[in-house]
């Protein structure tokens, strides 16, 4: 994995577990240890899902770096319907607090999300090779002129 996305997927994972204890505190104290169950599993099940995600993507554009919009939302849709399949195979469970399971689960998607796109916002990535020109054979004669353009 790139430096880079290994740093976005750092710069999401830890503010999205910070948030998952801090949620599992919370749970306990209104819920007792089936809330405190409940919102684990829910930090477990997006730290799991987006991370795999990210790795998903990174081995999907790796060879083909222009499919990277068509591969980023296959990959989130895909972690969404997983998500949503999750959701309605423990909807009736009493292994855990349901609302401190979605709530969790809930807080730290966005959580995650947001702190990923932040991570891509300033990661300072080329999406344009600036060494692709230099080196080349090119003259002056090749380069279009900057006749006809208005001032």
């Given at each position: 994995?790139?430096?880079?996305?290994?740093?976005?997927?750092?710069?999401?994972?830890?503010?999205?577990?910070?948030?998952?204890?801090?949620?599992?505190?919370?749970?306990?104290?209104?819920?007792?240890?089936?809330?405190?169950?409940?919102?684990?599993?829910?930090?477990?099940?997006?730290?799991?899902?987006?991370?795999?995600?990210?790795v998903?993507?990174?081995?999907?554009?790796?060879?083909?770096?222009?499919?990277?919009?068509?591969?980023?939302?296959?990959?989130?849709?895909?972690?969404?319907?997983?998500?949503?399949?999750?959701?309605?195979?423990?909807?009736?469970?009493?292994?855990?607090?349901?609302?401190?399971?979605?709530?969790?689960?809930?807080?730290?998607?966005?959580?995650?999300?947001?702190?990923?796109?932040?991570?891509?916002l300033?990661?300072?990535m080329?999406?344009?090779?600036?060494?692709?020109?230099?080196?080349?054979?090119?003259?002056?004669?090749?380069k279009?002129?900057?006749?006809?353009?208005?001032?």
């Amino acid at each position: 994995m790139p430096s880079n996305d290994a740093r976005i997927l750092r710069g999401a994972a830890i503010p999205t577990a910070v948030a998952g204890v801090i949620a599992m505190a919370i749970s306990f104290a209104v819920a007792g240890g089936k809330g405190a169950l409940g919102a684990l599993f829910g930090t477990l099940l997006v730290m799991a899902f987006f991370s795999s995600g990210q790795v998903a993507l990174d081995r999907l554009t790796r060879s083909n770096p222009h499919i990277m919009m068509a591969a980023a939302l296959l990959v989130y849709t895909t972690q969404i319907l997983l998500v949503g399949i999750v959701l309605a195979v423990f909807k009736d469970t009493d292994l855990f607090n349901r609302q401190a399971f979605a709530f969790t689960l809930l807080g730290c998607a966005l959580i995650w999300t947001g702190f990923q796109v932040r991570g891509a916002l300033k990661a300072k990535m080329f999406y344009v090779d600036p060494d692709a020109g230099s080196g080349s054979s090119e003259t002056k004669a090749d380069k279009p002129s900057d006749k006809g353009r208005q001032q």
